[in-house]
């Protein structure tokens, strides 16, 4: 027990030499004067018997050689003694070290960042006061409500005006330089009230409850809130900007202006030729399809062998071909199809299109669940996206029925800039696979269980829920191993048997993992970096080094909403000075 008790105090005074530097050098004054003075007075002592014993002639009782002895037995002993004093210090040291280690974990538990011995806070931080009067406000709240429960009502009051002086100060404050300066004397002031509060309802229980509803109460609000960004997001999202859409209706009138003659691309040989570079975009945004043709264009190292087939809607079709007749890809070869033309591609052909005109459908996309709040209807608000109700969005699955006499094609999305010559991936050997991608299971959230239901036994029985996810946005396939395969078949089948959306949700990334299932080439992950619409840490190296960088996510680079830093690498291959995007003030 004296052991245990012996070392709890030596605890007890490493912590609180740690904590003030002040009592630390008094101890040490105290502690090496009065062990010194020992030591010193015991080795004199000895030292005066020896000098004592030679003059009153005790010496001549001693042979020379037996004092000889005796002088180096009493050096000896002084030496032994000035050791045993060293080795205690340094067993202080280590003590005293070993102390201000542990003091840092108490000390960031208990007395946060203002414990003022705390080596971090030698310089005072730019925001050391807003952190303090937040925290203030926070002790301020909790001892109104017990001042309140116990009829504290005078102290009660002075905490709420304490609290209202200190809000008003605080503002929307993030650093010091922005408190004003009557701030400081409103923190003194809170301090004093917060001290007699302390002393009056001070009960470490009733604190800790209270803290704890504060935290629950602060969390449902920040879940609230997220939810409540989602839904904007999203909406956001579903928007088209009234510049695009002014750019659309611009060009859409000049184009049925033209003389049909005036209304056709050059080259159209090439758009069969299978030893060019072929390239599948389909999209509804003129300005997102400019940007992926130039920067694929600017990038090529024989743009001449290199060939755009474009896709769009009856709606966009007049605006982007008007756009590539006035500005053409240099030497490539460019195309616009009408998605609506594709007399083939109807209802009893195409699952898609048949669940589309059902009424449980047009129930789920129009009429149910209707949110009556922003938090609300945050979750189903993503599957509502136009793009989902678009064939644009499936027509990836019907490659070869679209270019029946081409044997590879690269699929590219609208939401994506080409940062290099791409032609080194039509000389990856996909290993008789159909699909060439990027795959995206670095993390665990992108493997088959995220995106598939996997309690339906028709996915649990064919499917490894472990198993990689992979990117849409850049994918090259082999359209002849596509028709051997029959992937369109596969992908029907599955379709059909997610009528009622047992299997996965919406959107075309679900089928495809189900439909390319061990069938898909890992492609190397610096061709298609992804994440650019969501994902603030890319590292800018793994962006700079990247053939393709992909805005995947809601925050497009041609929205309000999209992320600063990034917006750059997709802004530099749009020509602002052009007049039809300066005519319709579309800006950087």
Request: aromatic fraction near 10%; glycine fraction near 4%; include cysteine.
């Amino acid at each position: 027990m004296a052991i245990r008790a012996g070392r709890s105090a030596l605890v007890a005074l490493a912590f609180l030499l740690a904590a003030s530097p002040c009592l630390q050098a008094r101890v040490d004054q105290l502690y090496h004067g009065r062990q010194v003075s020992d030591w010193s007075r015991q080795i004199n002592f000895e030292l005066q018997n020896l000098s004592s014993s030679q003059k009153d002639g005790r010496h001549l009782l001693a042979s020379p050689k037996e004092i000889t002895h005796r002088k180096l037995r009493a050096r000896t002993g002084v030496r032994k003694k000035m050791e045993v004093v060293q080795q205690d210090d340094e067993a202080l040291v280590k003590l005293e070290n070993t102390g201000i280690e542990r003091s840092k974990a108490v000390d960031s538990a208990v007395l946060g960042k203002y414990s003022i011995w705390r080596r971090e806070n030698e310089n005072e931080k730019a925001d050391s006061r807003v952190r303090q009067m937040r925290d203030q406000m926070i002790m301020a709240r909790i001892y109104s409500v017990l001042a309140k429960s116990r009829d504290k009502l005078d102290l009660y009051q002075e905490l709420l005006a304490r609290l209202k002086e200190s809000q008003r100060s605080l503002g929307e404050a993030t650093a010091d330089a922005e408190l004003p300066k009557s701030a400081l004397e409103r923190m003194k002031a809170m301090a004093q009230v917060l001290s007699k509060a302390r002393d009056l309802l001070y009960d470490c229980k009733a604190i800790t409850e209270r803290l704890r509803v504060m935290l629950l109460s602060a969390d449902e609000q920040v879940r609230s809130l997220k939810k409540q960004s989602t839904f904007l997001s999203q909406l956001a999202a579903k928007t088209i900007p009234n510049g695009i859409h002014c750019l659309s209706m611009r060009l859409t009138i000049d184009y049925y202006l033209l003389s049909p003659e005036k209304r056709k691309f050059p080259n159209s040989e090439n758009l069969e030729n299978p030893e060019l570079y072929h390239y599948a975009l389909f999209s509804d945004n003129v300005l997102a399809a400019s940007v992926v043709v130039n920067s694929t264009i600017m990038n090529a190292k024989e743009p001449e062998k290199h060939v755009f087939h474009l896709v769009t809607d009856k709606l966009n079709f007049g605006a982007m071909n008007m756009w590539f007749l006035l500005n053409p890809p240099g030497d490539a070869t460019i195309h616009v199809e009408n998605v609506d033309d594709f007399k083939w591609l109807n209802s009893s052909y195409c699952p898609v299109l048949k669940q589309l005109e059902s009424a449980a459908m047009k129930e789920y996309y129009f009429k149910a669940d209707r949110p009556k709040t922003l938090s609300a209807g945050s979750s189903n608000l993503k599957y509502r996206n136009p793009k989902y109700l678009s064939m644009l969005n499936h027509l990836r699955f019907y490659l070869p029925q679209v270019y029946p006499k081409l044997n590879k094609i690269l699929f590219l999305d609208d939401d994506i800039v080409v940062q290099r010559d791409l032609t080194g991936l039509w000389e990856v050997d996909l290993n008789g696979n159909v699909n060439g991608a990027v795959e995206t299971c670095g993390e665990s959230f992108h493997r088959f269980d995220k995106y598939l239901n996997f309690s339906n036994p028709n996915i649990s029985q064919n499917f490894d829920p472990n198993a990689c996810g992979w990117a849409y946005g850049m994918n090259m396939f082999d359209l002849e191993e596509w028709k051997r395969k029959d992937i369109t078949g596969i992908y029907h089948k599955w379709q059909n048997m997610n009528e009622n959306r047992l299997l996965w949700k919406l959107g075309t990334l679900p089928p495809g993992l189900l439909t390319f299932y061990k069938l898909t080439h890992p492609l190397d992950k610096s061709w298609h970096v992804l994440g650019l619409g969501y994902n603030p840490t890319i590292e800018r190296s793994e962006i700079d080094n990247a053939a393709v960088i992909h805005y995947n996510g809601n925050m497009k680079p041609w929205l309000e909403i999209a992320m600063t830093k990034y917006r750059p690498y997709w802004t530099k291959y749009i020509n602002y000075e052009h007049p039809y995007i300066h005519g319709c003030k579309i800006s950087q």
